[in-house]
């Protein structure tokens, strides 16, 4: 296939995806991903979020807003809001969750990424936005890592949430095995939005259990082992599941310690993101074939595309 899906067409590139490919399973789309994507604009007024192993004494320093400004700078994995990243292409959003009070008078679950970010609801209200506007897309909501939360929390809090948001008919139900489902079975019943929950059984019928896919960690802070790490996942015989290939960079403490001004961004994502892309596209086609969904920090437009038009161009 060599049709090209345009930049104009980008917000609503599933609809325009050949039929060979909507008719196929989900889990051999190709679909951009945003690393932790609600850790944009992270909030330097509140305090350290607690998904991070911080120790007394940072968290000490943290009192002081110069150093929330240096975790700001190394937390924040995304320039785009989370419209902005939907309205560019990506369709699987990576969150972690942490309850906790952001008004006085009431807790909910807020993003966080080392710092907060939005409020839950809101973020599914953005989500809920582009749903409306946008036909025949769907997304991928992976909850996958959540913070001073029990399984009852999680139910009262977040699914709560989401049912407050979403009306449960877009809601994918959990019936369906996406090695064999395909983007065509999903859209044309009307399902918009598939939730990936934190635990290893389903949550009511409609939160995918985290075993519905495959995302491993590569925990590297070096260009080169990151490409060896991704290469040895292609190179793995291809999960019958949702599957992600992670081009992300983890910063260590000495990075940070030596480059406090710099940022992840600058230091490590950029980087990462490009030789990810370049990584792929020098893929043999049967390589290609077996990506699914690839995640990335600071996923703009042009880095979109390139993950898509795989879906075209093999």
Same mark, same amino acid.
């Given at each position: 296939?060599s049709?090209?899906?345009s930049?104009?067409l980008?917000?609503g590139?599933?609809?325009?995806?050949p039929?060979?490919?909507?008719?196929?399973?989900?889990?051999t789309l190709?679909?951009p991903g945003?690393?932790d994507?609600g850790?944009?604009?992270?909030h330097?007024?509140m305090?350290?979020?607690?998904?991070?192993?911080?120790?007394?004494f940072?968290?000490?320093?943290?009192?002081?807003?110069?150093?929330?400004?240096?975790?700001?700078?190394?937390?924040?994995?995304?320039?785009?809001?989370?419209?902005?990243?939907?309205k560019?292409?990506?369709?699987?959003l990576?969150?972690?969750?942490e309850?906790?009070?952001?008004?006085?008078?009431?807790?909910?679950?807020m993003?966080v990424h080392?710092?907060? =970010?939005?409020?839950?609801k809101?973020?599914?209200?953005?989500?809920?936005?582009?749903l409306?506007?946008y036909?025949?897309?769907?997304?991928?909501?992976d909850?996958?890592?959540?913070y001073?939360m029990?399984?009852?929390?999680?139910?009262?809090f977040?699914?709560?949430?989401l049912l407050?948001?979403?009306?449960?008919?877009?809601?994918?139900p959990?019936?369906?095995d996406f090695s064999?489902?395909?983007?065509?079975d999903?859209?044309?019943k =009307?399902?918009?939005?598939v939730i990936?929950g934190?635990?290893?059984?389903a949550?009511?019928?409609?939160?995918?259990s985290d075993?519905?896919?495959r995302?491993?960690?590569?925990?590297?802070n070096?260009?080169n082992d990151?490409?060896?790490f991704?290469?040895?996942?292609?190179?793995?015989?291809?999960?019958?599941?949702?599957?992600?290939?992670q081009?992300?960079?983890?910063?260590?403490?000495?990075?940070?310690?030596?480059h406090?001004f710099?940022?992840l961004?600058?230091?490590?994502?950029?980087?990462a993101t490009?030789?990810?892309?370049?990584?792929i596209?020098?893929?043999?086609?049967?390589?290609?074939?077996?990506?699914?969904?690839?995640l990335l920090?600071?996923?703009?437009?042009p880095v979109a595309?390139?993950?898509?038009?795989?879906?075209t161009?093999?």
């Amino acid at each position: 296939m060599s049709l090209i899906i345009s930049n104009l067409l980008m917000v609503g590139w599933m609809s325009s995806l050949p039929e060979s490919r909507k008719t196929s399973p989900f889990s051999t789309l190709k679909i951009p991903g945003s690393h932790d994507s609600g850790a944009h604009n992270l909030h330097v007024d509140m305090p350290l979020a607690h998904d991070q192993k911080f120790n007394k004494f940072v968290r000490q320093l943290s009192k002081t807003r110069i150093v929330r400004r240096v975790v700001k700078r190394w937390s924040e994995t995304q320039n785009l809001d989370i419209l902005e990243q939907l309205k560019a292409g990506v369709r699987y959003l990576d969150i972690r969750l942490e309850l906790t009070t952001y008004k006085k008078e009431s807790i909910e679950p807020m993003l966080v990424h080392a710092l907060y =970010g939005l409020p839950a609801k809101m973020f599914f209200e953005q989500v809920k936005t582009f749903l409306d506007t946008y036909d025949y897309e769907v997304v991928i909501l992976d909850i996958n890592h959540i913070y001073r939360m029990s399984p009852v929390d999680f139910v009262q809090f977040v699914v709560d949430a989401l049912l407050a948001v979403f009306p449960i008919e877009i809601i994918c139900p959990t019936s369906y095995d996406f090695s064999k489902t395909s983007l065509e079975d999903i859209a044309s019943k =009307g399902y918009r939005l598939v939730i990936v929950g934190p635990y290893k059984q389903a949550v009511e019928s409609f939160i995918y259990s985290d075993l519905t896919i495959r995302n491993k960690w590569p925990n590297k802070n070096r260009i080169n082992d990151l490409m060896n790490f991704m290469r040895l996942e292609i190179l793995q015989p291809t999960p019958k599941r949702i599957h992600v290939l992670q081009g992300v960079i983890t910063a260590r403490p000495a990075d940070i310690i030596l480059h406090p001004f710099s940022s992840l961004r600058k230091m490590f994502s950029e980087k990462a993101t490009a030789s990810t892309l370049e990584l792929i596209s020098g893929l043999r086609d049967t390589e290609k074939e077996k990506i699914n969904v690839v995640l990335l920090d600071q996923v703009t437009q042009p880095v979109a595309s390139a993950i898509i038009n795989l879906n075209t161009d093999i």
